[in-house]
């Protein structure tokens, strides 16, 4: 017959029980950028890269800026321009006829690309659920959180990572409502054609020599967001964010998961 056990003796050691590794953690990707906004986006990549470059290149021609209805070599520039390099103007050499053709055509395509995002944004309510501007985010204590966050290099909000914060959204509506219409209804002003179907335009701009200032203030305003977002992408992930402007889908950093 077996002995009877002592409780009181001791016990040889137990292994300790094996615990199972924990998963790995998957990325995470959300929808970001709908299909209109991405075509919307690299067709203005191309045409404001090749507008600015023949701009350039037409403003060769004269590079002084008036304000008023005439603007002419006797007169008082408000500003006068240097001689563009030939490798920043298009075509890579003083052509003014060349030049204002090539403006002249993506002109059209930036009116029209313009118009069919605008119109397709309202019916996707794209607009509406991204680019709003709300009460509460142009407070002056969330502007500076705002700020205080984006020179920590902090561009979204872990709890929303979707969402544009408000400078993103000033940004855009300034680029969309202000910068794009002015840069387009100015150039209308300054075409013989328009003047005489709707002499309005060029009233509301003071004059032909105004028009053409404001349209280069226009470009620099445009020129200006492409230099801080091409920043800021390089900052928050160029192949994250480039990827999701390409595929939609936007990669979320692993420390937000």
């Known amino acids: 017959m077996d002995a009877a056990i002592d409780p009181t003796a001791p016990q040889a050691p137990q292994p300790d029980p094996v615990v199972p590794p924990a998963p790995a953690t998957s990325a995470r990707y959300i929808y970001k950028h709908l299909f209109t906004t991405r075509l919307w986006h690299w067709l203005n990549a191309i045409t404001i890269f090749i507008m600015i470059g023949s701009g350039l290149g037409i403003l060769n021609a004269h590079p002084h800026l008036y304000w008023g209805v005439h603007g002419a070599q006797p007169d008082t520039p408000w500003l006068e321009l240097p001689h563009w390099p030939n490798w920043v103007t298009i075509p890579a050499s003083y052509n003014l006829s060349l030049s204002r053709r090539w403006h002249l055509f993506f002109a059209l395509v930036l009116a029209f690309g313009l118009l069919g995002f605008m119109i397709s944004s309202l019916v996707n309510r794209h607009f509406q659920k991204q680019l709003t501007i709300r009460s509460a985010e142009i407070t002056p204590s969330h502007l500076w959180f705002d700020i205080k966050e984006h020179l920590a290099f902090r561009f979204h909000d872990p709890k929303n990572p979707g969402a544009f914060n408000v400078l993103q959204k000033i940004a855009y509506a300034a680029l969309i409502f202000v910068l794009l219409p002015l840069v387009i209804f100015s150039g209308l002003g300054m075409s013989p054609g328009i003047n005489a179907s709707w002499p309005w335009i ?56």
Do not use: N, Q
């Not at 020129?223 to 402007?245: D, K, Q, T």
């Open 202 to 257: 060029l009233e509301l701009f003071g004059g032909r020599a105004s028009a053409r200032s404001i349209h280069f203030l226009a470009m620099c305003g445009i020129v200006g967001f492409i230099v801080v977002h091409l920043a800021l992408v390089i900052l928050a992930g160029p192949i994250r964010e480039v990827g999701s402007m390409i595929t939609g889908y936007w990669k979320v950093p692993e420390e937000d998961h």
